[in-house]
Every structure is written in structure tokens, then in C-alpha cells.
């Protein structure tokens, strides 16, 4: 009796990644990226994000396409609601870089993934960003991650894969430690 085994294919190239790995190893200085967004207002509490290229392997980069974000704040706010609000973009940011890495470690670990959901909320007291008390942060309080995986692997294996993502996810490192950040006018 033959047993039939199919590749594993989450779409993630490991092998360019490993072999970029490598090569940055070689040259850390290469590794240093800088990414870029723009952000006009448009009117009220809407504005609209723009990406197009970024710095890293030592040069300008470009995105195959120019990204644009609506934000906004919802009507309860008195606004116009023409977008998702900057703090429901950060869930968005945490949600695909820790879905991301999950299929890249899948695929790396030759695990076969069938699906993967998260589900993000973030709590927060608005009575912060509204200056009624300040004593309350303006910030969330917390975010909660949910993760539904189907895949060819034991719980543990799905828990181990979810723990990795979680160390190496930049957006889960950038809310959870200290950044530094600053804000000036031209």
C-alpha cells in the first residue's frame, strides 16, 4: 500500500524567505526598512491614507500599486462614518500581521493549512479621547485575539504555530513595548 503525499502549499514562499534570511545575515545593514504612509484630511473627522513605497534592502522600494485607506468616525460620533476608525485599522494591522505569520510558520513547519480566522476586539473607555477624564487612558485597555485554524496538525502543533506568529509579529511588538514616537509641524 502506497501512501499518496500531497506538498504543502499555504502560498508563503519559504524557501525566498529562508534564503533572504540568510542573505540579510550578510548584510544586516540591508535590513533596515522604513516604511511610509501620507494621511490628508479630507473633511470633518475623514481622512484619507495613502502607501506607495517604503526604504529597505538599502534602496526605495515601490508597492506594485498605490494603496489607499478611508478613516473616519462613526455617526454615534457625529461623524460621517466614510471609513473604519484609526484605532479599528491598528485590530486590522495586528489581525494580518499575526495571520501572516501563522501561514509562514505553517508552511515552514510543513503544515497543511485549510483555514484561519481571527477575531479581534479592543476595549477602551472613550471618556479619554473625549477629555472627560483624564485619568483614563485615551488608548485600549486591551485587545483580545481569537484564532479558529483548521489544519493537518494536533492542537498543540495549531497553539506552537499561533506562538511563533505572536513572537515574531511587528504589530504585536509595536502594541504590546514601548515605541518612540515623534510628532512635530513642518
Known amino acids: ?7 504543502i502549499d499555504n502560498g508563503v ?19 533596515r526598512f522604513t516604511w511610509r504612509a501620507r494621511c490628508d484630511w479630507v ?3 475623514h481622512s484619507r491614507a495613502t502607501i506607495e513605497g517604503y526604504h529597505g534592502l538599502g ?14 468616525h462613526p455617526e454615534v460620533f457625529a461623524s460621517e462614518d ?27 513547519r510543513q503544515i497543511q493549512l ?9 476595549s477602551m473607555d472613550i471618556q ?5 477624564d483624564s485619568d483614563v487612558r485615551n488608548g485600549f485597555d486591551d485587545v483580545r485575539v481569537s484564532f479558529e485554524i483548521d489544519a493537518d496538525a494536533s492542537r498543540e502543533e495549531i497553539e506552537a504555530l499561533v506562538a511563533q506568529s505572536q513572537k515574531r509579529s ?6 504590546t513595548n514601548p515605541t518612540n514616537v515623534s510628532v512635530r509641524v513642518k
Not at 59 to 72: L, S, W
Not at 84 to 100: K, N, Q, W
Not at 114 to 122: D, F, I, K, M, Q
Request: overall charge negative; charged content about 15%; some cysteine.
Open 1 to 7: 500500500m502506497q501512501t499518496a503525499t500531497h506538498p
Open 13 to 31: 514562499n519559504v524557501t525566498a524567505l529562508l534564503g533572504a534570511r540568510e542573505a540579510l545575515a550578510q548584510a544586516p545593514e540591508a535590513a
Open 43 to 45: 473633511n470633518g473627522t
Open 59 to 72: 534602496e526605495e522600494q515601490r508597492h506594485k500599486t498605490r494603496f489607499t485607506f478611508e478613516a473616519d
Open 82 to 108: 466614510h471609513g473604519p476608525t484609526p484605532v479599528e485599522y491598528v485590530l486590522v494591522g495586528l489581525a494580518g500581521c499575526l495571520t501572516a505569520g501563522i501561514a509562514a510558520v505553517a508552511q515552514n
Open 114 to 122: 485549510r483555514s484561519v480566522t481571527a477575531t479581534l476586539e479592543g
Open 128 to 132: 479619554g479621547i473625549l477629555g472627560m
Open 170 to 175: 511587528a504589530v504585536y511588538d509595536a502594541l
